[in-house]
């Protein structure tokens, strides 16, 4: 049975993959890897360009582990996740301390939500951009230390996770609810299907 290697540590991700149907092993950094410095943000890099630059970065440390590794060959699936206000990146909160920030900067606004997407091998790529729109109610402060202190803001971007008691706290979105979690279903099956797999 045909399948793709995951670049990712996100539980959401692989359980969105299985939701597919689709085969998958995971191709994560060996320990000497530098994957954190992969999402460095450039001087004035725009979210749309900075997220379909990270994905590509990622894909490109990924076909070089397999090879590494003397890995069967198989496409391999990569995905980035940002949170953008205007032109302003929202990445992974670094302390408790930044995750009250940028929750209080998205509070009553409504942000941007892209999630890139690139499956490739040594031979092709293919890739995609889900953009969402996501709107925050009002959040007091209690509010907002109440949920950074759950924790699950951490390791997220934008200090949030969708899927988790975040929900409660966000007043509208459109677009795609996956592609919020961190893997967009409909272009993700449409790149697979691009490469082949019958889903």
Do not use: N
């Amino acid at each position: 049975m045909p399948f793709i290697y995951l670049a990712s540590q996100s539980p959401r991700r692989r359980q969105l993959l299985e939701q597919l149907g689709v085969a998958y092993e995971l191709l994560l950094p060996d320990e000497d890897e530098d994957a954190e410095s992969l999402e460095m943000v450039l001087p004035r890099e725009a979210p749309k360009t900075y997220v379909q630059r990270v994905t590509q970065l990622k894909l490109d440390a990924a076909l070089a582990r397999m090879k590494r590794r003397k890995l069967p060959a198989a496409p391999i699936l990569c995905s980035d996740t940002t949170v953008a206000l205007g032109r302003e990146i929202l990445g992974k909160p670094q302390d408790a301390a930044d995750a009250q920030r940028m929750l209080r900067t998205l509070s009553g606004q409504t942000h941007r939500v892209m999630t890139a997407v690139a499956i490739g091998s040594a031979r092709k790529r293919v890739q995609a951009l889900s953009t969402s729109q996501v709107r925050f109610a009002p959040l007091s402060p209690a509010q907002i230390q109440k949920y950074v202190a759950s924790g699950e803001p951490m390791g997220k971007a934008g200090a949030y996770a969708v899927q988790g008691a975040a929900a409660g706290l966000i007043e509208h979105m459109s677009g795609s609810y996956s592609g919020i979690m961190g893997l967009p279903m409909f272009e993700t099956a449409q790149l697979l299907r691009e490469l082949g797999f019958k889903l």
